[in-house]
């Protein structure tokens, strides 16, 4: 072969590896170009709900910053929550934001940015009529209700065992679709306690006041939540990074935090 044809042979194989295997920090290519298109399941107030028929939250508000950040145009698709990983993972989506709990579950399904860290709280109807005392053996006998598949049902399937190792009555565990569906089991008496993150407990106890209250202390506060991407996705990975440090570095990440009056125990930057 000559060193003409040699030399042709290696260009062109140059140039079919940079179109297959593009230059690292380059940027990610987006389902839709132009846009961040992301799935979430509007369901867990403040976090993501629909609200006089608008997709709203924390959540919504920090991808819509984060996104002109990174200058792109968010592009919503809403769906069950037991359906965002499947749609990652089939290219429907660009990532994942609806408040994600971080498991080692999900982590073995897709990579995670984290972006804010979260306990929980036992909510019941106001004045307490079953008296629980916080998530302890008071809930034995109970009837709690959790958002499905979410972390609250592993967590209340979780005492459910501590019951019985105690010898105690079993928990019945209610799964509900979102998280206020949850409370108004909770307010008809249908169910006894809800297990709710601590800024939806503060939501809900500032938009139903004098209907519920929180008991116990707040627990598991070190459950980190965060924008999920696809397994090896490293340039979405960098994009979202990226983009939360610009916010954190002007202002807004920290703006957000009190608008939605979380505890300043969320902020993980």
Same mark, same amino acid.
């Given at each position: ?11 062109? &194989?140059? $140039?079919?590896?940079? &179109? ?24 867990? $107030? ?7 028929? =608008? ?77 629980? +005392? ?31 190792? /105690?010898?105690?009555? @079993? ?15 909770? /307010? ?14 503060? @939501? ?23 924008? /999920? ?6 340039? +979405? ?11 954190? =570095?002007?202002?807004?990440? +920290? ?15």
């Amino acid at each position: 072969m000559s060193s003409q044809s040699l030399l042709f042979r290696r260009v062109r &194989t140059l $140039m079919f590896a940079l &179109t297959v295997f593009p230059l690292a920090g380059q940027a990610a290519e987006t389902i839709a170009p132009g846009k961040l298109t992301y799935g979430t399941a509007a369901t867990f $107030m403040p976090f993501e709900f629909m609200k006089e028929g =608008k997709l709203t939250g924390f959540d919504i508000d920090l991808i819509n910053a984060l996104s002109k950040e990174i200058q792109l145009t968010p592009a919503p698709m809403p769906m069950e929550f037991k359906g965002l990983i499947p749609a990652l993972q089939g290219k429907r989506l660009d990532i994942i934001n609806s408040a994600m709990y971080v498991n080692p579950a999900r982590a073995a399904q897709v990579d995670f940015v984290p972006y804010l860290k979260i306990g929980s709280r036992v909510v019941v109807r106001k004045g307490n009529p079953e008296k629980i +005392t916080g998530r302890d053996l008071s809930l034995c006998g109970k009837n709690i209700a959790v958002t499905l598949g979410g972390i609250e049902e592993s967590q209340a399937r979780a005492d459910n065992q501590r019951c019985l190792d /105690a010898k105690k009555p @079993a928990i019945n565990v209610m799964t509900f679709p979102a998280a206020t569906d949850s409370a108004v089991a909770v /307010a008809q008496g249908r169910a006894d306690a809800e297990f709710l993150s601590t800024p939806g407990t503060v @939501a809900l106890l500032t938009e139903k006041a004098g209907m519920f209250d929180a008991v116990g202390e707040e627990f598991e506060a070190d459950t980190h939540i965060a924008f /999920a991407v696809r397994k090896g996705d490293t340039a +979405t990975h960098a994009l979202l990074e990226k983009g939360l440090q610009g916010l954190v =570095k002007n202002g807004t990440y +920290t703006q957000l935090i009190k608008k939605w009056n979380f505890p300043d125990s969320v902020a993980i930057f």
